[in-house]
C-alpha cells in the first residue's frame, strides 16, 4: 500500500475511512487515451472502477465502498478544450471546475451558469454525476442542464457520446441497444459513476447578464410562513437571481441573525417589488449586506462549534408541495429524530426557491435545505448510518426528496431501476457498490 | 479538538497550493494531508506509509496560502509546524540531511556553516570602497544605535544579494539613519530551526541575538528577510524594541520619495510570508507608490522558496517556481519583490528581479 492509495480517499462526506487494501491502484490520467488504458488494464483484472472529481460532495460515491478497485481521479484532466462564442458551448475534460471555466470566459463576456458553493474544487464531471448546481439552479437549472453531450468510455473500452437525443457510440450494436432503451443525459445526470468514466464534456455558456439587482431579505416568525413565501415565490415565477434560506444556526455560528430569514437578489423594477411585498415583508439590503449575508451562508458547512464537530448526515432535503408549505412540521420531525439519535442540529440552509430532479426526471421546485448536526461521541459509524436511513425513510412519509442534487439510487428505487436495466446492456464494472443492496452497510462502515 | 479534526475535507485548499499544482497528486495537498492525520489510527502501523508521510511534510514551501483559505479556521501552519517537529523526533535518521544545517547552526550560527566572523566580511570587502566609515556602522561592544540592522544569514553570505545589501546601507546613510550592522555578533534568526519544527533550538539563537540587539540600545530591528522579521517580531521577546520590515520602516520614514527614472515594465511579487503570515501588505506598495514605479500585482501566490523546501526537495523548488514564471508571464518583465529567499528563487529561474530597496536606493541617488 502506498500513501497514493490511502489519500485518495479523502472527501467532504462522512464515509472517509475507508478499507484502503482494497484500492488497487490509483491514477491521475490526463488524456482520454490514458483512460481507455486503465480502463482496459482493469477490465482485464476483473476490477471495478470509481471515477473520482474533487471529492466535495457528501454522498461518498467516489470513496468506491468495498469494491477491490482501480480509482481513476480527474483531477489533471483539467483542460479547456474548445470554446464556441457563437454557438454558445465549452467542450471541456470533466476535471475541470465551473470557476476554471469562467476564468477563461470572463473576457469574453460569457459564463457557464452552474455555481454549487463548491465551484472552486467541485468538477464538471462531479457534477454531472451528481446532477449538483447553485443556489441558481431556479434560473439556470442544475447541471444536466447545462450539458449539452457527454463522452464517456464503458468497462469494455467502448466510447460513448451521450446527448439529449440518444447514445452514439463505436459499438454500433451497443449504439442500437442503448438507443432503444432511450438513453440521454437525463441518464447520465446523478449516475454516480455507475455507468462510465465521463472524458469529456460540452456545456453550455451564455452571456454574462449584466443586470441591476437589488438584495433584500425577509425574517419570519415560523417556518410554515418561511415555506409558503417560497412556495409564493414559485408560483409567481419570480426572477430570483440568488436566493437562500437560513432556516436555522447553532447560536456559536448565528451571529445577530434573525431566523428564519430568506434573502434575495432580483432585478430592480417596481412590478417586481410590489409582487415581493405581496408575498413577504422584504427590507433592502445595501451590497455590503447582501455580501455579508452570502459569506455567512456558504461558510455554514465549514465551520464548527466552539465545541464537537459538525457532521452532514445527509446532502440535502428536497422540500417542495406540502414538505414545504406546512415547513414546521417537516423540521420539527426530521430534528426529533435526528435528537432521539443523539445528534444536535447545528445548522439548516439552503437554495430556495430552487429547481432539481426526481428519479423519474421530472422537474421539482422548492427548497433544498441542507443540514448539519453536531456529532454524538462515541457512536459507532454503524449506528450513524442507521441514523441516515432513518432519515431518508423520514423524508419518503414526509414527501421530502431525500439529497435532491445527490440522490442515492439506493434511495430511489426509479433511478435505481433505471440504472440497473442500462447497466445490464453496458455491463457493469462502474463504481458498482452503490447498487449493492448492502450499499448501506457498506457506507456505515466507512463513517 | 484536535486541530486538524475541524478539517471538513472540502477541498478548498487543492487548487491554491503551489505543490498540489506542481504535482497535481491528492497526497501534496493541504487535505490529503490533514486527512492521513485524522486516519492516522488505521494506517500508523504501516512503516513505510509513516515514512511517506514525514517525508510529505516536508514536501510543503509554509506559504500558509491554505490557512487563508480554510473556510473551517484550520490553523494549518501551526498543524505542519507540528507534525514536522513530531516527524523528526520520531524518526530522526529520515531527516539526517538535514544534520549539517542543525550542525552548522549549534556550532557557527549560520545555515551556510562558514566562519562566524565571515557574516561581516563579504559585504564589507565589496561596499567599503562605496561606504568608507562602514566599519564604524559594525556592531562591537560598546556600541550603540537607534536602528539595529539584522541582515540574515542569505545576505549576510550570498554574493547574489549584495545589491540589496548596497541599497539599504545606501538608503540608510542618505537618510542619515543612526545604525549599526550586527556584523559577526549576528546569530542566524532560528527561522530554518523553526520551520523544522525546533522551537528548542531556535531559542538558542534567539537569546543571543536579544541580548546584542539590547546591549546596542537599539529601538528598532530592521530586516529584509520576512523570514527572520517573523522570528524577530513574534518570537525573539525584544520588549520595546520594534522588529520592522525594511519596506515599513522605510514607508514611514520617508513621507516622499523621488521618481523612480526605471521605465521598464515591472510585476510585484508578494512574498508569503510578508503579506500572508506577517500581514505586511500595505508599506511595499505604498513604497512603489511613492516611488511611481509602474508595477502590476503577481497572483498572490508561492515562489516555492519556503518551508525549507530548496533543501528538503529542490526538484520540487525549481519545478514551483518554473510554473509560476510561465503562468505569469515574467520573461520581459523585471520582478520587484522584497525577500532574499523569494530573490534567490526568482534568479535561480532566470528572471530579472529587484527588492525594493534597490529601487528606493537608485531613486534616492538619481535625485542628488
Redo the contacts between chains.
Keep these: 500500500?502506498?500513501?497514493?492509495d490511502?489519500?485518495?480517499?479523502?472527501?467532504?462526506s462522512m464515509y472517509?475511512?475507508l478499507n484502503?487494501s482494497k484500492i488497487r491502484g490509483v491514477f491521475?490520467p490526463r488524456s482520454e487515451q490514458e483512460v481507455l488504458q486503465i480502463v482496459l488494464k482493469a477490465n482485464e483484472q476483473g476490477l471495478d472502477i470509481t471515477p473520482k472529481g474533487?471529492?466535495?460532495g457528501l454522498s461518498g460515491a467516489c470513496t468506491g465502498g468495498d469494491r477491490e478497485r482501480f480509482m481513476i481521479?480527474t483531477?489533471?484532466m483539467r483542460e479547456i478544450l474548445t470554446i464556441s462564442k457563437d454557438q454558445r458551448y465549452v467542450d471541456v475534460q470533466p476535471g475541470a471546475?465551473p470557476n476554471e471555466i469562467n476564468d477563461l470566459l470572463e473576457p469574453l463576456k460569457m459564463k457557464f451558469y452552474v455555481a454549487p458553493s463548491?465551484r472552486?474544487?467541485a468538477t464538471v464531471g462531479g457534477l454531472i454525476s451528481t446532477d449538483g448546481g447553485g443556489n441558481d439552479t431556479w434560473v439556470n437549472g442544475t447541471m444536466r442542464d447545462n450539458t449539452i453531450r457527454v463522452k464517456m468510455i464503458l468497462y469494455n473500452g467502448a466510447q460513448l457520446v451521450v446527448d439529449w437525443d440518444g447514445v452514439r457510440s463505436n459499438d454500433k450494436s451497443l449504439e442500437e441497444k442503448l438507443n432503444r432503451a432511450g438513453m440521454t443525459i437525463h441518464d447520465v445526470a446523478s449516475s454516480h459513476g455507475t455507468l462510465g468514466i465521463i472524458t469529456e464534456l460540452r456545456v453550455r455558456i451564455k452571456p454574462l447578464v449584466e443586470e441591476e439587482l437589488i438584495g433584500g431579505v425577509a425574517e419570519f416568525d415560523d417556518y410554515d410562513s418561511l415555506g409558503q413565501a417560497i412556495q409564493s415565490l414559485i408560483d409567481a415565477k419570480f426572477p430570483v437571481r440568488y436566493g437562500e434560506a437560513i432556516v436555522q444556526a447553532h447560536e456559536d455560528v448565528r451571529g445577530d441573525l434573525r431566523l428564519p430569514l430568506l434573502v434575495l437578489e432580483y432585478p430592480r423594477d417596481d412590478a417586481l417589488q410590489e409582487k415581493l411585498t405581496a408575498i413577504a415583508d422584504f427590507r433592502h439590503l445595501s451590497k455590503e449586506e447582501v455580501e455579508y449575508l452570502k459569506d455567512t451562508r456558504?461558510?455554514l458547512?465549514?465551520?464548527?462549534p466552539k465545541?464537537?464537530?459538525?457532521v452532514a448526515l445527509f446532502e440535502g432535503y428536497g422540500l417542495h408541495g406540502k414538505s414545504l408549505t406546512e415547513m414546521s412540521h417537516s423540521i420539527t420531525e426530521v430534528n426529533e429524530l435526528l435528537m432521539e439519535d443523539g445528534f444536535r442540529p447545528f445548522a439548516k440552509y439552503g437554495h430556495a426557491p430552487s429547481k432539481w430532479y426526481l428519479g423519474d426526471n421530472s422537474e421539482a421546485f422548492g427548497l433544498v435545505m441542507h443540514s448539519r448536526e453536531i456529532r454524538p461521541e462515541g457512536r459507532s459509524g454503524k449506528e450513524i448510518f442507521k441514523t441516515v436511513a432513518r432519515i431518508v425513510d423520514k423524508c419518503l412519509e414526509l414527501g421530502i426528496t431525500p439529497k435532491p442534487e445527490h440522490k442515492w439510487p439506493f434511495s430511489d428505487d426509479v433511478k435505481k431501476k433505471r440504472i440497473m436495466k442500462l447497466r445490464d446492456i453496458i455491463g457493469g464494472g462502474f463504481n458498482s457498490f452503490i447498487l449493492d443492496d448492502n450499499a448501506g452497510e457498506v457506507l456505515g462502515s466507512m463513517v | 479538538m484536535v486541530e486538524f479534526d475541524k478539517c471538513v475535507r472540502c477541498g478548498s485548499c487543492l487548487k491554491i497550493c503551489p505543490i498540489f499544482e506542481v504535482i497535481g497528486e491528492e497526497q501534496y495537498s493541504p487535505r490529503g494531508k490533514l486527512y492521513l492525520l485524522q486516519i492516522m489510527d488505521m494506517i500508523e502501523n504501516d512503516k513505510e506509509l509513516g515514512k511517506e508521510f514525514r517525508r510529505l511534510l516536508f514536501q510543503c514551501t509554509l506559504c500558509g496560502r491554505c490557512s487563508e483559505t480554510c473556510s473551517s479556521d484550520v490553523d494549518l501552519l501551526k498543524v505542519w509546524h507540528e507534525q514536522r517537529g513530531k516527524a523528526i523526533h520520531e524518526a530522526p535518521e529520515e531527516f539526517a540531511y538535514l544534520d549539517a544545517l542543525r550542525d552548522a547552526l549549534s556550532e557557527v550560527k549560520n545555515i551556510y556553516g562558514l566562519d562566524p566572523e565571515d557574516r561581516a566580511v563579504f559585504w564589507m570587502d565589496e561596499l567599503e570602497d562605496e561606504f568608507p566609515n562602514l566599519e564604524e556602522h559594525v556592531y562591537s561592544e560598546g556600541k550603540t544605535a537607534e536602528v539595529m540592522v539584522f541582515l540574515g544569514c542569505l545576505m549576510s553570505f550570498r554574493g547574489s544579494q549584495i545589491d540589496v545589501v548596497r541599497g539599504l546601507i545606501s538608503s540608510l546613510e542618505k537618510e542619515g539613519v543612526d545604525y549599526l550592522l550586527m556584523g559577526a555578533e549576528e546569530f542566524c534568526c532560528g527561522h530554518p530551526l523553526y520551520l523544522t519544527g525546533d522551537d528548542a533550538g531556535a531559542k538558542q539563537l534567539r537569546d543571543h541575538n536579544r541580548d546584542v540587539i539590547h546591549k546596542a540600545k537599539a529601538k528598532t530591528v530592521v530586516t529584509c528577510c520576512p523570514g527572520c522579521l517573523i522570528q524577530l517580531s513574534k518570537y525573539h521577546e525584544l520588549g520595546d524594541v520594534e522588529a520592522l520590515h525594511h519596506t515599513q520602516f522605510f514607508d514611514r520614514l520617508l513621507k516622499t520619495t523621488p521618481k523612480t527614472k526605471r521605465s521598464e515594465e515591472f510585476a510585484y511579487h508578494d512574498p508569503c510570508e510578508l503579506h500572508r503570515i506577517l500581514g505586511i501588505k500595505k508599506e511595499p506598495r505604498s513604497l512603489l507608490n511613492k516611488m511611481k514605479v509602474n508595477f502590476r500585482e503577481m497572483d498572490l501566490a508561492c515562489c516555492g522558496g519556503g518551508g525549507l523546501l530548496r533543501m528538503t526537495d529542490p526538484n520540487l523548488s525549481d519545478k514551483v517556481i518554473q510554473l509560476r514564471k510561465a503562468k505569469e508571464r515574467i520573461q520581459d518583465t523585471t520582478v520587484v519583490t522584497a525577500c532574499p529567499s523569494c530573490r534567490e528563487q526568482l534568479l535561480s529561474a532566470g528572471s530579472k528581479t529587484v527588492d525594493i530597496i534597490e529601487l528606493l536606493a537608485e531613486a534616492l541617488e538619481d535625485e542628488q
Design positions: 500500500m502506498r500513501i497514493r490511502v489519500v485518495i480517499g479523502a472527501n467532504a472517509y475511512r484502503f491521475y474533487g471529492g466535495s481521479s483531477l489533471q471546475t463548491s472552486d474544487i456558504i461558510k458547512p465549514k465551520r464548527n465545541e464537537g464537530i459538525q
